[in-house]
């Protein structure tokens, strides 16, 4: 059983920037690959990205391809997703998810960012 | 880019009657090499993350009651709730796994209490 656990919801003006993590406990970092997953107030799910600690690489989705980088520490357990540029738009509920090749099985308990002048 | 679409976007169904939510893939998810159809249904409930709740299009996540039952192949799924509990008024969603590491979800189906 993983259990992930995410920072604190987040303020940002427009054209900034937030760095938000994941931290994950009770089972093997390497053994999964981390995802992150956007849903903007009242909307549905959206894949952004995500990273495999086994082979250390990042794939993004085009449309947030340029703006989003993910990275992990693996000596902390803790993926982080760094968002830039941010708009209005971007004004969403932030989850991280883990995979073990099956669906996303464990979640975190998301991170708000609100975007606003 | 494979786009997963559901329908209906909205379902009210009375309580103890058959809820079905369909699912249609832009391409097939079917891997020939080992006939695994790489489709997940979740259930969001307000307020909450996401729980998956059926992986490999028809195998229930442990925990999760046998009322609720996924079918289907190919590029066509079914997420289907046998008899409808009022604790599974939530959002549900499709997602195909099969080009990962890159993955999408179809837009959500929002299950409602007739």
């Known amino acids: 059983q993983v259990q992930l656990v995410q920072s604190g919801a987040e303020v940002k003006k427009p054209g900034s920037s937030v760095k938000v993590s994941c931290k994950a406990s009770?089972?093997?970092?390497?053994?999964?690959?981390f995802s992150w997953v956007r849903q903007a107030p009242g909307q549905g799910l959206e894949w952004m990205g995500g990273?495999?600690?086994?082979?250390?690489?990042?794939t993004y989705a085009q449309s947030f391809q340029g703006r989003v980088t993910i990275t992990a520490d693996g000596s902390t357990n803790t993926v982080y997703m760094d968002l830039t540029s941010l708009t209005s738009e971007d004004t969403a509920m932030y989850y991280c998810?883990?995979?073990?090749?099956?669906?996303?099985?464990?979640w975190g308990q998301g991170t708000l960012v609100s975007v606003s002048s | 880019d494979i786009v997963m679409t559901q329908s209906p976007d909205s379902l009210a169904v009375s309580l103890g009657e058959r809820a079905t939510i369909k699912c249609k893939s832009s391409?097939?998810?079917?891997?020939?090499?080992?006939?695994?159809?790489?489709l997940a249904w979740y259930q969001q409930k307000l307020g909450q993350p996401p729980k998956l709740l059926i992986y490999?299009?028809?195998i229930r996540e442990s925990g999760v009651p046998d009322r609720f039952n996924g079918s289907g192949s190919g590029t066509d799924f079914t997420l289907t709730i046998s008899s409808l509990q009022a604790e599974d008024v939530a959002v549900y969603y499709c997602?195909?796994?099969?080009?990962?590491?890159?993955?999408?979800f179809g837009q959500g189906t929002k299950l409602q209490i007739k």
């Open positions: 998810a883990v995979t073990s090749g099956s669906g996303f099985a464990f």
């Open positions: 009770g089972g093997t970092f390497s053994d999964y690959g």
């Open positions: 990273f495999i600690p086994i082979f250390d690489t990042a």
């Open positions: 391409q097939s998810v079917l891997y020939t090499s080992n006939r695994k159809n790489y």
């Open positions: 490999w299009a028809s």
């Open positions: 997602q195909q796994y099969y080009s990962a590491p890159t993955y999408s």
